[in-house]
């Protein structure tokens, strides 16, 4: 059974809203994008909005509304704590720009030694892996190329090779992908016996599985936990990065600016402790609210709930891909999943190229999807088995300007408003799309790899001016 949905539905906005197609109707839109962002819930826009009218500076006022405003700011704070398990006794939750932001502020501070070592994964977004290419050695651990899993022999092996010199070890909790989850208690007992730092990346997995940072006594522990707010139903340009308080004692922080200072002369700076010294500037309390208020709605459903509809959507969508011929899913294709698994479905068409299956499913269907690499290219590389031949003659390519007909998938992702109707709705449009092609033509711009409907460039009519 679907868990209640229609009360799914009700906590988004804009899910009544119609998208023009190209043979002239209009229809409702099904986002099955939900893996790059999500729409807002309404209780967020609320918040926002009846907060403004009382909306005043951040820590520096002594005026009701500055007061009452950082009270507010400083409750968001816990409420994150909580929502992820952080003790305040020894993590400190620190609010940024996204996963991103998150994962950079960690690289800057992590101050590597010459000998010393980063692992991170195939399998991670480039988040999670361009940073620390940046920040000192880096190696990668590999993946289980059959279904897209990461293999922790691999991860022992490296953690070896390197014993005692890896400070720091980090993966994805869900890959963007093909939605394998990672045991990340499990891989953070292997990385604390080797005496590294863990961090999880958790921008995929926060809206739709519980997850805790642990004891930090017990050696399952998540050191530091990085995600971003606009995949979590509040996408107003905030993140968290948690770790522990101790780590963000030491050395300037990568943003430095007012408020994260005690005292400055032109010769001395004393810096605050964290979270302060980790958030410069004037800090974006509505994207902190809406963090805040986001968690709350996933607490009022409850995250088991939110769990049990992403994997019965995610079951019941493969059953259904699995019957249409000339689909074909990519990573683990059971229905039956024993493993669990986010909802993040990727397919091939044996008939169309990725982008022109996703322009069809767009312009012709209103299905939102992404396709193409998903800013995971070593992943999606060693899916796909790539030479290193093969990756030369691609970067060639694309170093001339062309990005047509590069190597992609088609990527179905679920939010909890996703319903079986909507599912339904897709294998309609896939069958037709492989029996009966599209209904119109398309066109490929190499500058882009876009397939555009020929003559109909742009988009089809706007519902909103500036
Ligand atoms: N946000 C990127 C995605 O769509 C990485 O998966």
């Known amino acids: 059974m679907l868990q209640n ?46 907060f403004s009218g009382w909306y005043s500076s951040i820590h520096r006022g002594t005026g009701y509304k500055s007061l009452l405003s950082t009270r507010i700011y400083n409750q968001c704070r816990e409420i994150v704590a909580n929502f992820i398990g952080a003790d305040p006794a020894f993590y400190i939750v620190i609010f940024c720009g996204n996963a991103t932001d998150a994962i950079n502020r960690v690289c ?69 992908i093909t939605g394998v989850i990672n045991p990340v208690h499990d891989i953070a007992r292997m990385v604390h016996e080797y005496d590294a730092l863990f961090l999880v990346d958790a921008a995929q997995l926060i809206a739709h599985r519980a997850l805790s940072m642990g004891d930090p006594s017990d050696p399952g522990h998540i050191d530091f936990l990085a995600f971003s707010a606009h995949k979590m139903y509040a996408p107003f340009g905030s993140g968290v990065l948690a770790g522990p308080r101790d780590f963000f004692r030491k050395g300037p922080p990568a943003v430095v600016g007012g408020g994260a200072v005690e005292l400055v002369t032109t010769d001395e700076i004393l810096w605050s402790d964290a979270p302060n010294i980790e ?17 709350q709605v996933l607490q009022e459903i409850g995250m088991e709930k939110v769990a049990a509809h ?33 909802g993040v479905i990727p397919i091939l068409s044996e008939k169309h190229e990725h982008g022109l299956l996703a322009s069809i499913l767009g312009y012709e269907w209103g299905i939102g999807v992404r396709h193409g690499c998903f800013c995971a290219h070593t992943y999606l590389t060693r899916l796909f088995g790539l030479t290193r031949e093969e990756l030369e003659r691609y970067l060639k390519q694309v170093r001339l300007g062309n990005s047509a007909d590069l190597p992609g998938l088609v990527r179905i992702s679920f939010a909890l408003y996703n319903t079986l109707e909507e599912v339904e709705y897709l294998e309609y449009a896939l069958k037709e799309i492989m029996n009966n092609n599209a209904r119109f033509s398309y066109i490929q711009n190499p500058g882009d790899g876009e397939y555009y409907p020929q003559g109909r460039e742009g988009m089809i009519g706007s519902p909103f001016l500036l």
């Not at 958030?279 to 208020?293: D, R, T």
């Open 5 to 50: 949905v229609p009360d799914f539905r009700n906590l988004v906005i804009g899910l009544e809203n119609e998208v023009s197609l190209l043979d002239g109707r209009k229809r409702p839109y099904v986002n099955f994008d939900n893996a790059a962002t999500t729409p807002p819930f309404k209780k967020v826009l609320n918040a926002i909005n009846e």
């Open 310 to 342: 992403d994997r019965e959507l995610t079951r019941k969508t493969l059953r259904m891909l699995v019957g249409i011929p000339g689909i074909r899913i990519f990573g683990d294709p059971n229905p039956d999943f024993s493993r669990d698994r986010s």
């Open 108 to 176: 800057r501070r992590l101050n590597l030694e010459n000998d010393q070592v980063v692992l991170t994964t195939i399998m991670e977004h480039h988040s999670n892996q361009l940073p620390w290419r940046f920040c000192g050695n880096v190696d990668y651990v590999e993946i289980n190329a059959r279904d897209g899993t990461l293999d922790l022999d691999d991860l022992k092996a490296k953690l070896e090779k390197y014993n005692g010199r890896v400070r720091l070890v980090t993966v994805t909790g869900t890959s963007n």
């Open 279 to 295: 958030e410069a500037g004037s800090p974006n309390f509505f994207g902190v609210l809406g963090i805040a208020k986001a968690i």
